[in-house]
């Protein structure tokens, strides 16, 4: 696909569509009337793809296609704010740490630092060094220079030299100064070091340290480390309340909402092959689930507030 050759009438229709489906209440009439106009032509549906495009990747789409979104009455200023929130390379602190449930009062550490399903803090450890914590984390802070995560997620953003150590199931990870993501899901543990000094990670059946730079990645258990690879500034935007996919199989979409949802998600596996670009608010997952719905040629079953099955159209 070409962008810079789509019909900007047809990106301003698109945005109007779009602007409906994304409203707070979508309606099966909205929805019918996108898929009818996608289907009408295939011009409609490169514009329709270049719009959803715009949001994970500007460079993609044609210089006017924000200013189109921002025009579009309908679109709210939240989404809006979304959109603009984004660079070439996805979302990176755009709006700040988010702040729900936050600490107001600093402290020198915390022995308790769980947070429940859907839940994101953050705690000030000083003037100037942050922690935010995501969605379903079991995390302590036994002294005051020393983390133990026995799962979920948590961010660090350390301006001020602090040498800290990170214990999970897998090993020991020692850390001064700059931006640091850990998560440990699925029995494994994730190191995505951002900016500032090398990270060193020693797995607890491992006999020499690995050195993780800034921009680089790495996942581990107790023995094995993965190869090193580049950092995802996505994988972090819940930090600023957002949950942002550039074309992501749907499942592991899925996968990542449900763990800020309580109850059951279940998605049809052969649902792979299906693409999700965007970035939502991880505050209302029911309205994710309508985005997604109206969206892809998919069914959302919600046969109590607890279990969801995700199916194909």
Aim: a positive charge; aromatic letters at 8%; one cysteine or more.
């Amino acid at each position: 696909m070409q962008p810079n050759q789509i019909d900007l009438e047809r990106i301003q229709q698109a945005a109007h569509l779009m602007a409906r489906l994304w409203s707070d209440e979508p309606s099966k009439h909205d929805q019918h009337a996108c898929n009818k106009w996608r289907a009408a032509n295939p011009d409609n549906e490169k514009a329709w793809q270049c719009l959803i495009q715009a949001q994970a990747h500007f460079g993609d789409a044609p210089k006017e296609t924000i200013q189109i979104i921002a025009r579009s009455r309908k679109l709210s200023r939240r989404h809006v704010l979304s959109l603009m929130g984004l660079s070439a390379g996805g979302l990176f602190f755009a709006g700040g740490y988010i702040h729900n449930r936050s600490i107001s009062s600093h402290a020198s550490y915390y022995k308790n630092l769980a947070t429940a399903t859907g839940e994101v803090r953050s705690f000030p450890l000083s003037d100037i060094n942050k922690l935010v914590v995501n969605t379903k984390t079991t995390l302590a802070m036994p002294t005051e220079h020393q983390f133990k995560l026995d799962d979920g997620e948590f961010f660090l953003d350390v301006s001020q030299a602090t040498p800290y150590q990170i214990e999970t199931m897998d090993g020991i990870i020692s850390f001064n100064q700059g931006k640091l993501n850990i998560r440990r899901t699925d029995d494994i543990t994730r190191i995505s070091v951002f900016s500032g000094q090398s990270v060193q990670l020693l797995g607890k059946q491992m006999h020499n340290p690995l050195s993780i730079s800034p921009g680089e990645s790495v996942s581990f258990n107790t023995i094995n480390t993965s190869r090193i690879s580049s950092t995802d500034p996505n994988t972090i935007g819940w930090v600023t309340g957002k949950l942002v996919a550039q074309r992501m199989p749907l499942t592991d979409f899925i996968h990542e909402l449900s763990r800020y949802r309580k109850g059951i998600v279940r998605v049809a596996p052969e649902l792979r092959q299906l693409a999700v670009t965007g970035v939502f608010s991880i505050d209302n997952t029911d309205q994710i689930l309508q985005q997604l719905q109206a969206s892809l040629p998919i069914n959302i079953y919600q046969l109590t507030p607890y279990w969801v099955n995700v199916t194909a159209s």
